[in-house]
Each structure stands twice: as structure tokens, then as C-alpha cells.
């Protein structure tokens, strides 16, 4: 006991010490994870970022613009509709583009706006664009919507101003929501433990993931602003509970990332291992105190009484008087519970077997009833009887005691029958032929036990027969026994019958139940709307189980059940074996062919339940986890719509329709959307690939349906778009 104190002791000392060395290391690691959600976040940004810039170009050295900005002509033609449509494709497309302003020399010669912005503020715009140097492009700008709300717009503009002193021919403007990019930005949930935001040089938010419970702390986000490290963390305590911060600065656009996580979140996982070791030691110590008291005050005398006890029942006292510990009594508990299990095995048949071992046994053997056969040469068949449903009259016994009486009555005069009763549900009789041929017929025979089976019992129970065939060898009255015994077996497959002879097992298929079988219920089972179809299947199912051999048609519904609970557990992978064992053992077990229906009944509508549940909520998240595998996988040739509803189990008319709500567009835009911005991105970005290349790249089979693709969106082939990137950088 002594020892006992001692080790819980050191476990309670040791998981504090450890708790407080990893402390320190648990939270670099959620800083570590944290900068890096960060540095992704600023990579996606700068990819928006880029992605409006690369707009504002493309609208800039459009000719049709560059001669409305300089002629401020807005006449109606073809080629400036086309290009005025591409800006209104690009705000419809990209939702978080709010306005686009076309400026001429000296005023704006083309506006559209998602959310309009009152005249002061467009006039403010437009002197900014003639003051400013294409270097200063995007610039945050605070301004006022026509209904007097403020906002605050990152603004991406192109103009020839290269230097303070260059000319101004006019310049586009584009103006990004960021309260709507945030959406794109950040795919946290609302809830969630670790908050992100964007914040401006001053600390002011610009853009936040989903905040739950209180807003941001104003004294948290100055210190950020006020840090001169580009990254780092620390905590905050000033607004409550404390806060893990991490944070990045990003110079070149002069922002803030941060995340703000509960510090108790940050080593929960360590704290809820103290704590729990903490309390498991405290049990420990608990328990101990109050087994030392039992055992000291109520259970040493009666140890040794149990000990002499053990060591009479063994009969191996010599094991015990040498044997100094509980060891030595556990092993002869366990040798004596080994013995009773043999017993227990052994008595249920023994006395069976003697007598069908022994048929001419003298009634000396008193623990054994004697059997007399009929006529020395004539025929005898063994039966054995079931009792699948006591009457609600009688009780079991009478009720097989009763089934009995009516074989003797029916074989009355034509064979001995002798009975022998192993179980109260089940009895065993042999019939044999009191003179060579009394049997008559194989038909008569069958057509006696036919008529036995069609009696209704006046105890209104059920009983199932087994009938053997007939033989004269006594030598094959064991088997003979067997067969009737495993006629049991068919009796659960069979609705209306109640009697199964073996000579009709013989011609029954042995090959294993073919899967197509177990397909219809199968479908029933994964379709809810299927789920009123169970029955017949399960009808349909155990019809043709019964033209099959009993441990075929076991196997085939152990197999159902195994798949059905693999299925619904929602498990791909490998399942222990010892589950399909134990299905089998159920099936075999049962008796009946009502409580066969009820079991395969039951477990189909159980697993149809889970497959339900588990179908409503993947639904729910099944538009963005499809947009989400697009965005993924835009690159890859072979993503189609039909293989992404395979692969998500839904209809490719029912996810195209997902798609277009969920994001305002159809599959084949929003891959060609993704497809042509990343191939944007590499023709300025590694001009070491041609044009050939960046279409594979990019998920395009055919260069030159590339190059129409490109074309037809940005007005210019790629490699031309090249050039002027590689053009304007030189200037």
C-alpha cells in the first residue's frame, strides 16, 4: 500500500512538471501554425490584388478604351460595347469589384457602379488619378456612398504617369469591397475558436474572418500597429479573458495580419491531461485508502476460509500449500471453471450419443434408455423436432411432448417410435419399420409426414421437422441424425413450411449466392426514397436463399448484414473479420423464418436511418465543398462535371444547379474563370514557359483552344498580352 501512495504521487508531480515544460513549446507551435494561416492569407491576397491589377491593364490598353479616355466620345459602336461589356462581366464575375470609373483628360467618361459613390467623392477620384503615379496603385481610400454611408475601398487604378512630371492621358480605376472580399479571403465559420483580421497601418480593420462573441480590442490592434518587428506574437490581457496574438506585416502594401486565438485554447490539450491526471491520481489514492480499509478489516479471515474451500473443490491441495500468493488460487479458479465448461458441453449430448451409438443397449445402463428397432432387415428414418413458437395455452415441453404424440399416432401400427428428449424445446425419434416394407412407398411416407406437419397443434404453438432419410445399416444412425439435424436450418428460409426432408436438401445449390442477389436491397437501403421497397426485398432475398444449401444462404445474409453496418458506419477501409463471424452465428441461431424477416428487417432500416442522417448533413455543406474541389483542382484535364457528381455521389444536374447558386455561375465559366487567371498570372510572372505549356499547366488539353479561350476574355491572344506586359515594363 505504501508503494502503491508513493507511485501516484510521483505521477501527480511528474504530469505537473511536464505540464508547465510544454507549455511554453505548445504555444510556439500554435504561433508556428497560426503565422503560417497567415502567410497563406497573404499570398491569396496578393493574388486578388493581382488579379484586379491585371483587370485595370487589360481595360487600359483595350483601343477602344484608350480612345474613349482621350476623346471622351462615347458614340455607340460595336467594338467599345464590347469592350464596355468586358468591365460590367468583370464587376458580375468577381463580386467583390464594387465600381469601375473610365477617366478622360479631364473629367470620367465611363462609370459603373455596383454601389454608388456621391459626386464629391467622384470628383475627389478623378483629380486623385491626373495627381497620381502609377507606382501608388492600389491605394485604401475612405470615402462616401451616394446614401451618405462611409466606406472604405481599396482602389486599383492603371495610368501612363510612370513619373511625377509624365503626361496624363486619362486612366481606369477599379474599387474593391473589402468588406465582400473577406468572404473570399477567409473560410473560417463563425464560431470558430481563432479569429483572423487585416488591418491598416494605423490598426484600423480593414477585413475579418467571422467574429463571434466581442469585437476586436482597440488597445490590442494599436499595439500591433505600433510593433517594429514584420512578425511575432504575444499575449493580450487587456480586454478579458486572455488572447494569443500573432501577427505579420506586409511592406509592400503597408498591412497587418494578425490572428487572435483564446490563450486557454492554446494548451487546452496539455491542461485537460494535467487536470485529468491530476483527478485519475486523486481517484487513485481514494480507491487505495478505501481497499486498504476493506481489505484489512473484512477480508483477511475470510480469505483463508476461501482458500481451504479451493483447495478441497481442486483436489490439488499440495499446489495451494506451497503456493504463497493469489496467483497460485487463480490458476486452480480457473482450472476448476475449465472443468465445469467441459461438463457443461459434454452432459448436453452425452446421453444422446450413447444411445444412438448404442442402439441394442441393455437396460442394465440406467442412465441410458434402452432402443429396440423394428424388424432386423427393415427401414428407419431419425426426425427431429423444434419448437419454434410455444402455443398460448402450453409451455414449451408439452408443446413438443404433443408433437410427438401425433408422429406416434400417425406411424401407429406401421413403425416403433421411440423418443428421446435432449432439450424442453426439442426431441429426437427414430422410426423403424415393425416389418420389412410397412413404410410402403417413398410417396406414402413422405405424404404421412406432410399431413403430421400440416396439423394444427391444440396448443396453438408451432413446431418445425427435420426428417431424415431412410436407411437399414444401423451403422449410419449418427448420421442419419445429422441430416435430420441440419434440416433445422432450412426451416427459416421457408414462410408457409414447417418440414424439410433431407433427401430434398441433396439437390440444393452449393455454390455460393451470387452478389446480384443482394444488390436490390442493397439500393433499397442507400436510396431513402427506396425505403418503403424492404420488404419486398427482403421477400424476394430469402426466396432465393432457399434454393440454396443452408450455409450458402447463412453466408450470403451474414454478408448483407456486414455490409449494411460497413456501409452505413461509413467506413472505406478494412473491417474485422470477427464482425461478419458474429452476424453468422446470429443467423444460424435463428429458428424461424418470421424472425429471419424480422432481424434482416430490422437491420436494413437501421442502417438506412444512419445513411439518411449521415446524407443530410454532407448535403449541407455539398455547393462549397464542390466550389471548394474546383478551386483545388481547376488545373487537372480531366475535371468534369460528370466525374465531380460521381465522386460527391449527386446528380450532374443537380450539383451544376449547386454551383450556379452558389457562386453565380456555371461549372464550365467558373472552371474557364480560374483556368484563364492563374494563366494571366504565369505570362508575366515566369516568362520561361510558352504558351503551350502554361495551357497544360493550367488544365487545357489543346493549346489552341486555349489561346481562343484567353482571347475571347481579355481581347488580345497570350502571347501578345506577354509583349505588352514585357513592353510596359521596359518603359
Not at 206 to 228: D, F, I, N, R, Y
Not at 333 to 347: D, F, R, T
Not at 400 to 410: N, S, T, W, Y
Not at 535 to 551: F, G, I
Request: with cysteine; glycine share 6%; net charge negative.
Amino acid at each position: 500500500m505504501s508503494l502503491t501512495f508513493i507511485s501516484i504521487s510521483c505521477i501527480l508531480v511528474l504530469a505537473i512538471v511536464i505540464f508547465y515544460w510544454y507549455r511554453n513549446i505548445a504555444i510556439d507551435n500554435v504561433n508556428k501554425a497560426n503565422q503560417n494561416v497567415l502567410l497563406n492569407t497573404e499570398t491569396v491576397f496578393m493574388n486578388y490584388k493581382e488579379i484586379v491589377q491585371n483587370y485595370t491593364m487589360d481595360f487600359y490598353a483595350n483601343p477602344n478604351i484608350s480612345t474613349l479616355m482621350r476623346s471622351g466620345d462615347t458614340g455607340w459602336s460595336d467594338q467599345l460595347y464590347s469592350a464596355l461589356s468586358q468591365i460590367r462581366g468583370a464587376l458580375v464575375v468577381n463580386q467583390y469589384l464594387e465600381n469601375a470609373y473610365i477617366f478622360g483628360e479631364n473629367e470620367p467618361v465611363a462609370i459603373f457602379e455596383n454601389m454608388p459613390l456621391n459626386n464629391e467623392a467622384k470628383l475627389e477620384l478623378a483629380r486623385r488619378m491626373r495627381s497620381s503615379r502609377i507606382i501608388e496603385s492600389p491605394f485604401l481610400w475612405k470615402t462616401t456612398q451616394n446614401n451618405g454611408a462611409p466606406v472604405t475601398l481599396l482602389t486599383v487604378f492603371y495610368n501612363d504617369r510612370a513619373f511625377a512630371d509624365s503626361e496624363y492621358y486619362g486612366a481606369v480605376a477599379l474599387t474593391v469591397n473589402l468588406a465582400k472580399l473577406q468572404n473570399n479571403l477567409f473560410t473560417q465559420q463563425e464560431g470558430e475558436a481563432t479569429r483572423y483580421a487585416v488591418l491598416d497601418q494605423n490598426g484600423g480593420v480593414l477585413m475579418h474572418s467571422a467574429l463571434s462573441g466581442s469585437t476586436l480590442h482597440p488597445e490590442m490592434l494599436k499595439q500591433v500597429a505600433q510593433s517594429k518587428a514584420d512578425r511575432g506574437s504575444f499575449v493580450y490581457r487587456g480586454g478579458g479573458e486572455a488572447q494569443l496574438i500573432t501577427y505579420i506585416h506586409s511592406a509592400e502594401d503597408n498591412l497587418w495580419f494578425i490572428s487572435e486565438t483564446f490563450y486557454r485554447d492554446s494548451i487546452r490539450e496539455l491542461s485537460g491531461a494535467r487536470n485529468l491526471m491530476i483527478a485519475l491520481c486523486l481517484a487513485l489514492i481514494l480507491a487505495a485508502s478505501v481497499s486498504a480499509y476493506l481489505i484489512s478489516r473484512r477480508m483477511y479471515k475470510p480469505i483463508g476460509r476461501l482458500f481451504g474451500s479451493i483447495a478441497h473443490i481442486s483436489g490439488n491441495e499440495e499446489a495451494l500449500k506451497t503456493g504463497s500468493d493469489f496467483d497460485t488460487v487463480n490458476l486452480e479458479l480457473e482450472s476448476i471453471g475449465i472443468k465445469l465448461e467441459q461438463l457443461k458441453k459434454e452432459s448436453a449430448g452425452s446421453a444422446l450419443m450413447r444411445w444412438l451409438l448404442s442402439p441394442r443397449g441393455s437396460a442394465a445402463d440406467t442412465g441410458t434408455p434402452v432402443m429396440n428397432l423394428g424388424a432386423p432387415d427393415g427401414a428407419y428414418c431419425v426426425c427431429v423436432i423444434a419448437v419454434l413458437e410455444p402455443g398460448p395455452v402450453r409451455d414449451v415441453p408439452e408443446a413438443a411432448e404433443e408433437a410427438v404424440l401425433r408422429i406416434q399416432a400417425a406411424f401407429a401400427g406401421l413403425a416403433g417410435v421411440q423418443s428421446f428428449r435432449l432439450h424442453e424445446e426439442s426431441a429426437v425419434l427414430i422410426l423403424s419399420e415393425l416389418q420389412s416394407g410397412s413404410f410402403g412407398d417413398y410417396a406414402l411416407f413422405r405424404s404421412k409426414w406432410e399431413e403430421i406437419a400440416a396439423q394444427t397443434p391444440g396448443s396453438g404453438g408451432r413446431c418445425s421437422f427435420g426428417v431424415s432419410g431412410l436407411a437399414s445399416d444401423l451403422s449410419l444412425l449418427k448420421p442419419k441424425y445429422n441430416e435430420a439435424a441440419d434440416c433445422q436450418q432450412y426451416i427459416k428460409f421457408h414462410g408457409q413450411q414447417n418440414i424439410v426432408f433431407a433427401d430434398d436438401t441433396i439437390h440444393l445449390n452449393s455454390s455460393s449466392v451470387p452478389d446480384s442477389a443482394l444488390a436490390p436491397l442493397l439500393q433499397a437501403v442507400k436510396q431513402p426514397e427506396l425505403a418503403g421497397h424492404i420488404p419486398q426485398a427482403v421477400e424476394r432475398l430469402l426466396e432465393v436463399a432457399r434454393s440454396y444449401r443452408a450455409e450458402s444462404a447463412t453466408i450470403a445474409i451474414s454478408r448483407l448484414a456486414f455490409e449494411l453496418n460497413r456501409t452505413a458506419a461509413g467506413t472505406g477501409g478494412s473491417t474485422r473479420h470477427s464482425g461478419f463471424l458474429d452476424y453468422y452465428q446470429q443467423v444460424w441461431q435463428l429458428q424461424s423464418y418470421d424472425k429471419l424477416r424480422d432481424w434482416i428487417e430490422q437491420s436494413c432500416y437501421a442502417a438506412s436511418s444512419r445513411i439518411a442522417g449521415m446524407g443530410a448533413l454532407q448535403t449541407r455543406s455539398l455547393a462549397a465543398e464542390a466550389v471548394t474541389y474546383i478551386r483545388e483542382n481547376y488545373s487537372d484535364p480531366g475535371l468534369s462535371l460528370n466525374a465531380l457528381a460521381e465522386k460527391l455521389s449527386v446528380s450532374p444536374a443537380y450539383l451544376s444547379r449547386l454551383i450556379a447558386e452558389e457562386v453565380n455561375a456555371s461549372f464550365p465559366d467558373l472552371i474557364n474563370q480560374l483556368r484563364l487567371e492563374q494563366a494571366e498570372l504565369l505570362l508575366v510572372t515566369d516568362l520561361s514557359l510558352d504558351i503551350r505549356e502554361i495551357a497544360g499547366q493550367v488544365g487545357y488539353n489543346s493549346s489552341t483552344y486555349f489561346t481562343t479561350q484567353f482571347k475571347k476574355r481579355y481581347g488580345v491572344t497570350p502571347s501578345k498580352w506577354r509583349m505588352n506586359h514585357i513592353l510596359q515594363q521596359q518603359e
